[in-house]
């Protein structure tokens, strides 16, 4: 099995915002987004599923990867993808789609930097506002099971 971790891109000042929780993706993130799109599709990165933050910077997020990728189906809004989920929350969220052999979580930090860390035993993950993660499993995933196969830096979309 195959997860895909993607912390939400740029997004406006928290203090910008009424709600931190009703940021949008500023410009720029939206922009850095879009040029992720060419090198996810050389990647050959296929996920049968995207599982989003409800919170609008992650949701735009996942729209605009799944966008990048060509995918026909939308990314599906998970509340347990909230900021402080922990993985037992991110395995409960693709519990109900057993079919799905490459899941992309779309969410926020230090969440998905922390289910990478469990799942692979790895001392630290950093991962930036817009990186990809890619964590690969020989079965079911669990802690300690999987390998850290890859982490892309969002400044290697320009490339």
Same mark, same amino acid.
């Given at each position: 099995?195959?997860?895909?971790?993607?912390?939400?891109?740029?997004?406006?000042?928290?203090?910008?915002?009424?709600?931190?929780?009703?940021? +949008?993706?500023?410009?720029?993130?939206?922009?850095?987004?879009?040029?992720?799109?060419?090198?996810?599709?050389?990647?050959?990165?296929?996920?049968?599923?995207?599982?989003?933050?409800?919170?609008?910077?992650?949701? +735009?997020?996942?729209?605009?990867?799944?966008?990048?990728?060509?995918?026909?189906?939308?990314?599906?809004?998970?509340?347990?993808?909230?900021?402080?989920?922990?993985?037992?929350?991110?395995?409960?969220?693709?519990?109900?789609?057993?079919?799905?052999?490459?899941?992309?979580?779309?969410?926020?930090?230090?969440?998905?930097?922390?289910?990478?860390?469990?799942?692979?035993?790895?001392?630290?993950?950093?991962?930036?506002?817009?990186?990809?993660?890619?964590?690969?499993?020989?079965?079911?995933?669990?802690?300690?099971?999987?390998?850290?196969?890859?982490?892309?830096?969002?400044?290697?979309?320009?490339?």
């Amino acid at each position: 099995m195959i997860l895909y971790f993607v912390r939400h891109g740029k997004a406006g000042h928290h203090s910008a915002a009424a709600d931190d929780d009703e940021r +949008q993706l500023t410009e720029e993130g939206i922009a850095v987004l879009k040029r992720a799109g060419p090198l996810l599709r050389r990647l050959n990165l296929r996920p049968d599923l995207v599982l989003s933050s409800p919170l609008p910077r992650a949701l +735009q997020t996942a729209e605009l990867v799944a966008e990048g990728l060509g995918m026909a189906d939308k990314p599906v809004i998970d509340d347990r993808l909230r900021p402080g989920a922990a993985w037992g929350d991110l395995a409960r969220a693709m519990a109900p789609y057993p079919d799905a052999r490459r899941v992309m979580f779309v969410g926020h930090e230090p969440d998905l930097s922390g289910a990478m860390r469990l799942l692979t035993g790895a001392a630290s993950v950093r991962m930036r506002k817009g990186g990809i993660g890619c964590v690969e499993f020989p079965g079911v995933p669990e802690p300690g099971g999987g390998e850290l196969a890859w982490l892309i830096d969002p400044d290697l979309y320009e490339a």
